[in-house]
């Protein structure tokens, strides 16, 4: 039977530290590789998914527009010249403060509903 040393039991810690310290570093990499690959396709798709809203505001402003439009032209026959716009605009800022309101009441909730 051979006998141990000090000197083989500190190679063979040696020797495991090593071992151990290079699983560690390949499956580091693995978790940085994949964690990247992640943020590359989530930032892929949330580019796209931005772009999509974007165009969708796009469209829905336009479409406000010629509603807007519309309604002028309908008031502008039944009211005077200098009333249709006057009529549209404040019936537009009455929408725009009733979506104000529901926006403000939401965030309102939701930071009490947060716990603070």
Excluded at 3 to 10: G, N
Excluded at 80 to 108: E, N, R, T
Aim: no cysteine; charged share 20%.
């Amino acid at each position: 039977m051979s006998k141990v040393t000090i000197s083989d039991f500190i190679i063979a810690v040696a020797d495991l530290f090593e071992a151990e310290s290079r699983a560690l570093q390949a499956s580091t990499e693995l978790f940085l590789q994949r964690q990247r690959e992640a943020f590359e396709k989530s930032l892929y798709e949330s580019g796209w998914r931005f772009g999509w809203i974007a165009a969708a505001i796009v469209t829905l402003l336009g479409a406000l527009v010629f509603i807007g439009i519309g309604l002028y032209k309908i008031a502008e026959i039944y009211l005077p010249d200098w009333a249709a716009p006057l009529v549209i605009g404040l019936l537009l800022l009455v929408v725009s403060l009733i979506f104000g309101s529901i926006a403000a009441k939401s965030m309102k909730k939701e930071s009490s509903g947060n716990g603070e």
